[in-house]
C-alpha cells in the first residue's frame, strides 16, 4: 500500500507534529459515544448509532497521548457500562455495580490507548483506518470475553445489531465479524470526516469511505442466512412467574415451582379440550424448580404429575445439590412422562457467574458487599449441553452462558439440532432480559438453529434462524406459548471456523500495534532521547 497525500492541512503543536482535537472536544466526543454506544443496545435498539458511536471515539483518541488516549476511552466506558449494568445493582448492590462497570470501561480505556498509539499508521495510510478500527475492537472484546474470572461479554457491538442488517453476517463469522463489520464502519465514517473538505483531490477518497459505510451497514442484507430446512416439532415454554420480584425469589421456590406445574397442568387441559396443539416437548425456565427434585420427594411428585398431564418430556431448570454443603450445581435436567428424571440428560451450567454463582476472594468480597455470603458455591459441569429427546436434540444453555461463542458453539457440534436458553430474570429487569434476547437472535443466525429463551418471569421467546423474534411475552407475567420449531440442518460456516476468525482479527491487530512502533520512534525523532518519548503523537 502506498502512502496517501494527506488531505489537508492538519493542526500541529509548537513541535511541529500533527494535533489531535482539542482536549474539551476529545472529552465531549467520548460522552458522546458512550451514549450512542448504550443507545444502540437493547432496550433502546438504535443499531445504526453503534457506527457513530465508534467513530467519534476514534476520532477522539486520534493523535492523544497514551495516557490521554486511556482517559477518553475509559470516559466513553463509563457512560456506557454504568447505565448498562445498571440491572445488576438490584441484586448486588451499588458498590459491585460501579465496580464492575468501571472494570467493563478500563478495557475501552485501553481500545482508546490502542487507537491513540495507532495514530501514526492511520495518519500514513488513511485507508487502513476501518481495518484497524475493526481489529481493535475485536481484540478488545475477545479480552474482556474471557478476562478476568473468564470474562463479561455484555455489551458487546455484535449484541447491539439483532434488527440491523449486519446481523446476517453471524452466519459468516460469528459475533467477532459482526462485531468487526460495524466497527469498520465507523472507521471508515471518521475516514471521510477527518479531511479537508475544500481540496478536491481529496473528494474521490471520501467517495470511496461513503461506499465503504454503505458495503458494511446495508450490504449484509444480501447475505443468506442458514434454513434449517428440517421436520418441524411443536413446542411449549412455560412462563409461571414469581409472586415477587427480587432477591426474594429465592425465598418463594415452593410457590415458584407450582407456578411452572399448574401452568403445565393447565395446558394439559386446554390440549385435551382441543384448544391448543398437543406439544412434542415442553421447556421450563432456569431455576423453575429451586428445589433439587432428585433429593426431594415433594418436589419429585410435582414434576412428575405435570409431565404425567401433559404427556411429553420436560426440560426442567433446577439446582442440584451434593453432599457437600453450600455446593450446588445449576442444571437442566429432562424429565419423562411415567418414567420421570432422565439422568443420562442433565446439563449442568459450565460456565456459572462469579460474583453472583459462585464467589471468587470471598474475604475481600465481604469487605465490599453484605451480600457476599448469600453466593453459595456454584460447581461448573463437564459437558457441552447436548440434550436429547424424543422430538429433538436441544442445545441448552443456561443464563448468561448465551453470552460466550464457544458454549454456544459445543451444542451445536455436538448435534443440537434447537437451541434453548433457560434463563431468570426474576432478580434484574426487563433491561437485561431484553438484551438476553438479543444474544439469542444472534446465536440463531450464527448456527443456523431456531432458538428459544424461556425465562420465569420473561421475556420468554421463540426465534427464527435469521434472528427474527417470532413471538414474545411480556415481562413479569405467567404465560405458555407453543411452536412450531423447525429442525437444524447442515453446520454453518461460522460454526465450522469456531473462534479461527477472532484469533486471527487479534494476531493481525497485535501485528499492526507493533508494526507502529518505528514509525513512533521516527516521529520522535530517532535515539535515544526518542524512546523516552514515544509515548507523545
Given at each position: ?370 451480600k457476599a455470603d448469600l453466593v453459595q458455591n456454584m460447581l461448573s459441569g463437564k ?99 407453543l411452536h412450531d420449531m423447525a429442525l437444524g440442518g447442515p453446520r454453518t460456516l ?44
Open positions: 500500500m502506498t502512502a496517501q497525500p494527506k488531505p489537508g492541512p492538519a493542526p500541529t503543536r509548537t513541535d511541529g507534529r500533527a494535533a489531535p482535537l482539542p482536549l474539551w472536544l476529545s472529552v465531549v466526543f467520548a460522552l458522546t459515544a458512550g451514549a450512542a454506544l448504550l443507545l444502540a443496545l437493547p432496550p433502546y435498539g438504535l443499531w445504526w448509532l453503534a457506527p457513530a458511536g465508534i467513530a467519534l471515539l476514534a476520532a477522539a483518541t486520534h493523535r492523544r497521548r497514551l495516557r490521554a488516549g486511556f482517559g477518553v476511552g475509559f470516559v466513553a466506558g463509563v457512560v456506557l457500562f454504568v447505565p448498562l449494568l445498571d440491572w445488576t445493582r438490584i441484586a448486588a448492590g451499588w458498590l459491585p455495580w460501579l465496580m464492575l462497570s468501571l472494570a467493563q470501561a478500563g478495557y475501552l480505556g485501553l481500545l482508546g490507548l490502542a487507537t491513540a498509539w495507532l495514530s501514526p499508521l492511520t495518519d500514513r495510510f488513511r485507508g487502513l483506518w476501518p481495518l484497524l478500527t475493526g481489529l481493535l475492537w475485536v481484540t478488545q472484546e475477545a479480552l474482556r470475553d474471557r478476562a478476568p474470572f473468564g470474562g463479561f461479554p455484555w455489551g458487546r457491538l455484535a449484541f447491539s445489531q439483532g434488527e440491523a442488517p449486519v446481523l446476517r453476517l453471524a452466519v459468516l463469522g460469528g459475533a467477532p465479524l459482526v462485531t468487526f463489520a460495524v466497527a469498520a464502519a465507523g472507521g471508515a465514517l471518521v475516514a471521510l470526516a477527518w479531511r479537508s473538505w475544500r481540496i478536491r483531490a481529496c473528494w474521490p477518497a471520501a467517495g470511496g469511505y461513503a461506499l465503504a459505510v454503505a458495503v458494511l451497514v446495508i450490504g449484509p442484507a444480501f447475505v443468506p442466512t442458514a434454513n434449517p430446512g428440517g421436520p418441524t416439532r411443536t413446542v411449549a415454554i412455560v412462563q409461571g412467574n414469581v409472586p415477587r420480584l427480587g432477591l426474594d425469589f429465592n425465598a418463594q421456590r415452593t410457590q415458584v415451582l407450582l407456578n411452572h406445574v399448574n401452568a403445565t397442568r393447565k395446558l394439559a387441559e386446554e390440549v385435551r379440550l382441543g384448544r391448543k396443539p398437543q406439544p412434542e416437548l415442553v421447556i421450563w425456565p432456569e431455576n423453575s424448580s429451586d428445589i433439587d427434585p432428585l433429593r426431594d420427594q415433594d418436589a419429585a411428585q410435582l414434576i412428575a404429575g405435570a409431565a404425567d398431564a401433559i404427556g411429553v418430556p420436560i426440560l426442567v431448570g433446577t439446582v442440584l445439590r451434593t453432599d457437600v454443603r453450600g455446593e450446588i450445581y445449576n442444571a437442566g435436567i429432562l424429565w419423562q412422562p411415567v418414567t420421570g428424571p432422565d439422568r443420562d440428560q442433565i446439563y449442568t451450567k459450565r460456565h456459572p457467574v462469579p460474583f453472583a454463582e459462585y464467589m471468587p476472594l470471598r474475604s475481600v468480597a465481604r469487605m465490599v458487599t453484605d459437558t457441552p449441553g447436548v440434550i436429547r429427546t424424543p422430538a429433538a436434540t436441544i442445545g441448552d444453555v443456561i443464563c448468561f452462558e448465551v453470552a460466550y461463542d464457544d458454549i454456544v458453539r459445543d451444542t451445536v457440534i455436538g448435534g443440537a439440532q434447537l437451541l434453548a436458553v433457560q434463563t431468570n430474570n426474576a432478580t434484574f429487569n426487563e433491561a437485561e432480559a431484553r438484551q438476553q434476547l438479543a444474544m439469542v437472535q444472534l446465536r440463531a443466525v450464527e448456527h443456523g438453529r431456531e432458538a428459544l429463551m424461556v425465562s420465569t418471569v420473561g421475556v420468554s421467546a421463540f426465534v427464527a434462524a435469521d434472528g427474527t423474534v417470532v413471538t414474545e411475552t411480556g415481562f413479569n407475567v405467567d404465560a405458555v406459548v461460522a460454526t465450522r471456523l469456531g473462534h479461527r476468525p477472532e484469533m486471527a482479527a487479534v494476531v493481525l491487530a497485535l501485528m499492526c500495534l507493533v508494526a507502529a512502533v518505528p514509525m513512533r520512534r521516527r516521529r520522535s525523532g530517532g535515539g535515544p532521547a526518542a524512546s523516552r518519548k514515544t509515548e507523545e503523537w
